[in-house]
């Protein structure tokens, strides 16, 4: 069975700073998607990132970036230039491919960031 | 366009007392979900849809627990009877069957008392 780590409960970053934050999973499969969600107060699940797991290349959304290391089974998140709105609960996730009967999301247990001004 | 609806946003009831959540798609996705997010933790699905068909419900708890997506549009997730380790909030969401499109709701926050 799939498992998504982080080990991080809670994180906290000086506004403008950058912070990272750890995830790692635990698959069989050659081919998935990881994802970086972020939740708000609101409860809402936003997409920050996400990464196809065929693609070397490290995915990029403006202030965030992600470090995807498939053999070490490891995909941090990169917050550039923090903000006081990227404050959240932020969790890692794991999906199978469609081809793979994908659709379910595997959550790791989410780290808490704060943003100091 | 309008994302995925969830209602009530908040609910508190009784233990030994039913009680049910309702979730809109987003127009045109056949796969649909339901989540139990535990407080301080990540969400973990209970049950999915593609169109009308449970697909996925290894999760759910059927002693209590049922839900049902007629149409295969609009879903009802119940609870009956609720118990005090049900209050958690309750996360629908809905995608393209590729997978394409996952948008979730803001979900609904039962407390048990």
């Known amino acids: 069975a799939q498992t998504v780590t982080q080990s991080q409960p809670e994180m906290s970053v000086q506004e403008a700073e950058t912070v990272t934050l750890s995830c790692t999973y635990d698959?069989?499969?050659?081919?998935?998607?990881l994802f970086w969600y972020k939740q708000p107060p609101s409860r809402q699940m936003i997409l920050v990132i996400r990464q196809e797991a065929y693609k070397q290349q490290n995915a990029t959304e403006n202030r965030f970036s992600v470090n995807f290391q498939k053999a070490a089974k490891s995909f941090s998140l990169k917050i550039s230039d923090s903000q006081l709105g990227d404050a959240a609960m932020y969790f890692c996730?794991?999906?199978?491919?469609?081809?793979?009967?994908?659709?379910?999301?595997?959550f790791g247990q989410g780290t808490e960031l704060s943003v100091k001004p | 366009e309008a994302g995925v609806v969830q209602s009530p946003r908040y609910k508190i009831i009784e233990k030994k007392q039913p009680v049910a959540f309702w979730c809109n798609p987003i127009s045109g996705h056949n796969t649909l979900y339901w989540y139990l997010q535990n407080l301080g933790q990540g969400p973990e699905l209970l049950i999915r849809?593609?169109?009308?068909?449970?697909?996925?419900d290894s999760q759910l708890p059927k002693d209590r627990f049922s839900a049902e997506r007629l149409k295969g549009v609009d879903s009802t997730l119940k609870i009956q009877p609720a118990e005090l380790g049900d209050s958690a909030v309750y996360l629908c969401?809905?995608?393209?069957?590729?997978?394409?499109?996952?948008?979730f709701g803001s979900g609904t926050r039962l407390t048990v008392v």
């Open positions: 969401a809905s995608s393209q069957r590729t997978g394409e499109g996952y948008t």
């Open positions: 996730a794991y999906r199978k491919t469609f081809y793979n009967q994908g659709g379910k999301l595997i």
């Open positions: 849809y593609e169109n009308e068909e449970a697909v996925d």
């Open positions: 698959t069989s499969e050659s081919d998935y998607y």
